[in-house]
């Protein structure tokens, strides 16, 4: 759960600093912004990959039944298709954002420190041409599913009162330790 | 005949003075092949090694690797020809922060003098002018050679504040760092054998 939260914040503030910084000037603040993305990116990548790690160790628990069976079908396929889609995304959006840097000719030097490796080759069309729309593309599909689950949980918890929130809110007692 | 004397006189002198300009210039200029050459330079931004090359430049070369005492090597760079191979960097390094090119259109080496350090490798000490600030320097370098060319190669490390490039805002190391490497390949063709 701490991974969890810890994601999302990174996951919001990496979306927000993306959309922002492609808008600035060439200044040392973009510089740093577009640094401090990559490495967020980068970290996001490592985080996400350890926490598919621990959900496969520790399956979530499921869904209360009373729950399940106040859903409609629909909203069920929906849970499912956001959570799978989400995690393709957490490991697209990164991996999409660390080729179009390798193709442009920037290896990633991950928090200024460790040279992360290129798994593209350097070309700069291929970059401007796919890798580019790639990364913005899922970037914002990326961004309306985290909506869409955010709106969803709240929807959960607002709407049918119906306590699901509270095993994943952090201050909660009732929260499972996850 | 008397009037084709001060012809005869005038041959002699012409003849004389080729004579004495060929004695004068010790060393024969060898020709830089630009098609061929490269000078790049590699600075750090947050870490991340960026590659820059000029494109165009040009050098006169005149020293005898056997004696290369009585050698100089000049070189002058077009600093409007820098490029970072990306668009909005390039539209930026013309602008008065960084190379300034309206005011200083072209950076220089000249030399001051050369020593052989033995295996095709040689110590050029010279003056290097950027953006008007001129700095001490001893490049070396290392010359190999084929059938008809020679290739001088090298590198050296120059702080970049010392001459200025990058003022203002963009005076901030952690941002682009101080070192900046420049790496050449020049290549020859007349350059006497080693």
Redesign the interface.
């Known amino acids: 759960m701490t991974l969890h939260w810890l994601l999302a914040l990174m996951i919001v503030g990496s979306l927000s600093v993306g959309l922002y910084m492609t808008g600035l000037p ?3 603040q973009r ?2 912004l577009v ?1 401090w993305h990559k490495w967020a990116g980068i970290t996001i990548l490592g985080l996400t990959a350890l926490r598919l790690l621990w959900r496969l160790s520790h399956p979530p628990p499921p869904l209360p039944p009373c729950i399940v069976e106040a859903m409609p079908g629909w909203q069920l396929v929906a849970h499912r298709g956001t959570h799978l889609l989400m995690y393709l995304l957490f490991f697209a959006v990164p991996l999409a954002g660390w080729a179009y840097s390798s193709a ?6 991950w ?3 460790v ?1 992360l490796p290129d798994f593209v080759p350097v070309n ?1 069309e291929f970059a401007e041409a796919v890798l580019k729309p790639l990364h913005h593309g899922a970037a914002y599909v990326l961004g309306a599913v985290v909506l869409l689950h955010a709106v969803a949980a709240l929807k959960h918890h607002f709407v049918d009162h119906d306590g699901l929130l509270d095993r994943m809110w952090p201050f909660s007692h009732q929260g499972h330790a996850r | 005949m008397s009037l084709l004397r001060p012809v005869w006189r005038a041959l002699c002198a012409v003849a004389l003075t080729l004579a004495s300009a060929a004695a004068m210039s010790v060393e024969p200029m060898a020709q830089l092949a630009p098609g061929d050459s490269q000078i790049g330079f590699v600075s750090k931004q947050m870490g991340v090694p960026v590659e820059g090359q000029f494109k165009k430049f040009d050098a006169q070369i005149a020293f005898d690797p056997k004696k290369p005492e009585g050698g100089t090597v000049a070189l002058q760079i077009d600093m409007a020809s820098a490029t970072l191979g990306v668009p909005q960097s390039d539209a930026e390094l013309p602008k008065p922060p960084w190379f300034d090119t309206a005011r200083f259109p072209k950076a220089s080496f000249q030399s001051s003098a050369i020593k052989s350090v033995g295996g095709g490798r040689f110590d050029i000490a010279g003056r290097l002018t950027i953006k008007g600030h001129t700095q001490e320097l001893v490049v070396p370098v290392t010359i190999t050679q084929s059938a008809d060319r020679s290739t001088a190669t090298g590198s050296f490390t120059i702080q970049r504040l010392a001459f200025k490039v990058g003022e203002g805002e963009w005076t901030d190391t952690s941002m682009v760092g101080d070192e900046v490497q420049v790496r050449f390949k020049l290549v020859l063709t007349g350059l006497r054998p080693l």
């Open positions: 060439f200044s040392p510089l740093k640094n442009l000719g920037f290896p990633i030097v928090f200024g420190v040279p700069k």
